[in-house]
């Protein structure tokens, strides 16, 4: 492992690519080889064009506390450091800027496994034993979960090096809890390719993920840091670290059969909404276009089987 960090260090410095670059070279899985074909077809600009397709069935695994065992990879893209808005801070990622559109923002795609027809099934399903693509006996609670648990992962992720900071600290702090007052919305939806998707949208309590360096040591490859950087002092400025947020969003879910190598898709994006420093109210998924971005993105991705 120490060997691959420093080859990763020597990367950068002769080719001046970034740690996502270095990132994606190193972790990046090709799901081609797995039966699976998906590609983002449209990457606003203000987010990474290439997307991080990453094993996560262990990070599901423990986040959870070991009660989710699936098979699963994840791909996404967030918000990078390319400024396309006026008025965003400089030198510090779109993720991580409280003037950005992209601001707590992600796209991505969850890939569960229809691996031996037991824990995708388990997962996923209302009824394992019921068909695998009824969109019925899609488990709602469970593809709710995996933007939850994803959120818990990134607030874990920027708590590295938290002298004296456990599992049982995140167990105690974290939430994510469905606004009152908003009900989810629930329907069917058809993407580009007129293959319809079951669709939640709602909105829910939860925390940031803004780490606090002063009592925090981001590891440059052993933490989201290397997606989304550090935070400056103009964003501690606008906003404190672990602040409170509302992540607003929508999940599309569907079964693809493709034999041996069949899996389910969940779809996943968000906004959010927040509080500055100065009691001013934000909400990129009401008050920016961010909404129609991911629906773009959604409408114009590419996800089937690979034929054999």
């Not at 691959?4 to 996502?20: E, G, K, L, P």
């Not at 799901?31 to 990070?59: A, D, N, W």
């Not at 469905?178 to 939806?189: D, Q, S, T, Y």
Request: glycine share 8%; charged share 25%; with cysteine.
């Amino acid at each position: 492992m120490r060997g691959r960090i420093w080859i990763c260090v020597a990367m950068i410095a002769a080719i001046s690519c970034s740690a996502a670059d270095v990132t994606r070279a190193v972790k990046n899985v090709n799901l081609e080889r797995k039966g699976i074909h998906l590609r983002l077809r449209y990457v606003p600009e203000g987010m990474h064009r290439e997307p991080f397709v990453i094993q996560f069935s262990e990070y599901l695994h423990k986040i959870s506390g070991g009660k989710v065992m699936v098979h699963a990879y994840n791909v996404y893209t967030v918000g990078d450091f390319r400024k396309v808005e006026a008025d965003t801070l400089p030198g510090v990622s779109n993720f991580l800027d409280p003037n950005s559109k992209f601001k707590d923002a992600w796209f991505g795609v969850y890939i569960i496994l229809d691996d031996d027809r037991t824990y995708g099934r388990r997962f996923m399903l209302r009824d394992p034993r019921g068909k695998p693509d009824a969109r019925e006996n899609l488990n709602d609670d469970a593809v709710l979960l995996l933007p939850a648990l994803d959120q818990k992962i990134i607030v874990w992720s920027s708590h590295h090096g938290h002298k004296g900071y456990t599992m049982d600290n995140l167990n105690k702090e974290f939430h994510f809890t469905p606004c009152g007052g908003r009900p989810l919305e629930r329907g069917i939806v058809k993407d580009g390719r007129g293959r319809a998707w079951r669709t939640i949208t709602g909105s829910f309590d939860t925390i940031a993920a803004l780490t606090d360096t002063s009592k925090t040591s981001m590891g440059i490859f052993s933490t989201i840091r290397n997606y989304v950087g550090l935070p400056s002092a103009a964003v501690y400025e606008s906003v404190t670290p672990w602040h409170p947020v509302v992540i607003s969003g929508r999940v599309w879910a569907r079964y693809f059969p493709c034999g041996a190598d069949a899996f389910w898709a969940v779809v996943y994006c968000n906004g959010s909404s927040f509080t500055t420093r100065k009691g001013e109210q934000r909400d990129t998924w009401t008050r920016t276009d961010l909404k129609s971005i991911f629906e773009k993105m959604f409408n114009e991705l590419e996800i089937d089987c690979v034929e054999r």
